[in-house]
């Protein structure tokens, strides 16, 4: 029997793999860094918080996730050509005993199991917008694109700046980066402007990474984004994770299967609800494993970590996949 990392490999390249990769089996995700640390959590219900970018950040009760607040009064750019002068990003800059603990957890990975995946979140795109608002930044990148620019390469620089720490004291093997890119039904900016401005920012940040010892890039986006595959081919990316539906991944795993691989396909907006069944959960699942295939593509729920928004939803989706296993690995 393959290790789960033997069998990511195996289903990454189209090999010999011997079940279903399950959803984030393979990947250790390292949180608790002191550059994550500095920025307050918000909590489901709780108060808003302010994080170190200025962004404030709130989580209301009974939704699956924490959002800007964007009203004029809470936006860090009120004014993109000024961007300058409100904009800071956070320190990066901790003595090395900042970083035992994270180190410590590290240690503790069996990597002979496990990739150890060092995270970032949010992207690129998202820091724009959680500085300025969704539909501020639409508009500007149209009428100030030189500003647009000016800002995607300063949020670059600091990426790159966190992910050099975050290799010295993580010594990763993974790199797991959030950054949605679109709706359900359609990518936030066209293919020819994504590809302006954020293709040479990613490349930038994952040819880095795997210049600096990091083998896999996992990029989360529970969004549509097939038209915008070829860019995250040509930026470096392995695995598209949080493909929804609306992606038609089948398609995806036939045409690109080879040059990245697809992970999610089970929508949390259809599984993951109140009053949700296991016969509903394994229904997808198998809609999912049969109609993708064992090659190039991992059955994982489309959100971005391990967990659910409804308690059991995540591990009865583990324990369908397994099913699926028996039944398609035989």
Known sequence: MLTKKQ?????????NPDRFVNQYEFMAMMFGDPVMMQSPMARPG???????WGVTIAWPAHVPGQFPVHDYEHRV?????????????????????????????????????????????????????????????LVAF?????????????????????????????????????DDWGSHISSFLSPEMFREFFVP??????????????????????????????CMIDMGIDVFQGCVTTNNVPELVKKYGGKIAFMGDINNGTVDVEGWTPELVMQEVRRACETNGKYYFIPC?????????????YDCAAECINKMSEEMFK
């Not at 069998?7 to 090999?15: A, D, R, S, V």
């Open 301 to 313: 729920l489309t959100a971005g970590g391990p967990g659910s928004t409804y308690p059991g939803v």
């Open 77 to 137: 750019i009120k004014d993109i050509t000024k961007w300058k002068e409100t904009v800071k990003a956070p320190n990066t800059d901790f003595p090395d005993e900042a970083w035992a603990g994270y180190e410590a957890a590290a240690a503790k990975i069996d990597r002979n199991e496990q990739f150890v995946a060092a995270a970032i979140f949010p992207g690129i795109f998202e820091q724009v917008h959680y500085l300025m608002s969704i539909e501020e930044a």
């Open 7 to 15: 069998n990511f490999i195996e289903t990454l390249k189209g090999g």
């Open 201 to 230: 920012a990613y490349q930038k940040v994952y040819g880095y990474a795997k210049e600096h010892g990091i083998q896999y890039i996992v990029h989360h986006s529970d969004s549509y984004a097939a038209n915008l595959v070829p």
């Open 46 to 52: 709780g108060d808003p918080v302010v994080n170190a």
């Open 142 to 178: 149209y009428e100030e694109p030189e500003c647009m620019h000016e800002l995607i390469d300063y949020i670059t620089e600091y990426e790159l700046r966190y992910l050099k720490e975050l290799i010295k004291h993580g010594n990763p093997d993974m790199l797991f980066h959030h």
